[in-house]
């Protein structure tokens, strides 16, 4: 049976709590549309591209808008992301994600960052947590967005290690399943209603620990 090798993290939700600001401006851009956007739906949005989740709140709203239209609205609401993580300081890393990091470092497993966010750097920079990875995959460097495997097969050939011997962490369906796609281990943060085919969840990164990997690995 394959060791595992690899840690790869998602980033919003996982390491940092930055899907607030995501669910704040997806709601006002609803609001300025007309129509209310709940947490309830904000659900559909975890893990997927900024285009995809502009699609899915307009058809929420039941609003079929043209390409140009629509680039213009993704462009505004992620203006109004970026202004409020902007102000983001390293208060806001999820409990127990720095501690898991350097305990990852300290027992020689590499990590990467698989995110699809194109403001991962800012996010990374402003919280102080760049220096923990030896490779970062975000939005500015994939193609395909999850439940495509591409940022995570990225990640684990930056990092030289084979999918079986990399586990995944994950918050959202599509992340976990593009864990699964892409042949790697996967341990869902949150609850497990949400995140069913992962091996096994944990409500945050302060309930992991390297040693529990083996878990993963033999379960």
């Known amino acids: 049976m394959s060791s595992i090798k690899a840690c790869l993290f998602d980033l919003d939700g996982v390491l940092v709590d930055t899907a607030k600001y995501h669910y704040l401006a997806w709601k006002r851009l609803a609001e ?51 202004e409020m993580i902007s102000k983001m300081d390293e208060s806001e890393i999820l409990p127990g994600a720095l501690e898991f990091l350097k305990e990852c470092r300290e027992n020689g497993l590499k990590v990467a960052l698989g995110s699809a966010s194109k403001n991962a750097m800012t996010i990374l920079n402003n919280t102080g947590i760049t220096p923990y990875f030896d ?23 930056e990092v030289e290690v084979s999918p079986e011997q990399c586990v995944v962490f994950e918050d959202a369906e599509a992340g976990v399943e593009a864990a699964r796609r892409a042949g790697m281990h996967c341990v869902g943060i949150g609850s497990p209603e949400n995140l069913a ?23």
């Open 32 to 82: 300025e549309l007309g129509f209310d956007f709940t947490e309830h739906d904000n659900e559909r949005l975890k893990g997927v591209s900024r285009m995809a989740s502009l699609d899915i709140l307009l058809s929420i709203g039941g609003i079929e808008l043209d390409e140009s239209k629509k680039q213009e609205l993704a462009e505004r609401k992620n203006d109004w992301y970026f």
């Open 135 to 157: 490779a970062i995959i975000d939005g500015t460097r994939t193609t395909s967005a999850k439940p495509d495997p591409e940022v995570f097969t990225l990640g684990a050939t």
């Open 197 to 219: 085919k992962a091996d096994f969840v944990v409500s945050s990164l302060a309930d992991m620990t390297v040693n529990r990997l083996n878990d993963i690995v033999v379960s």
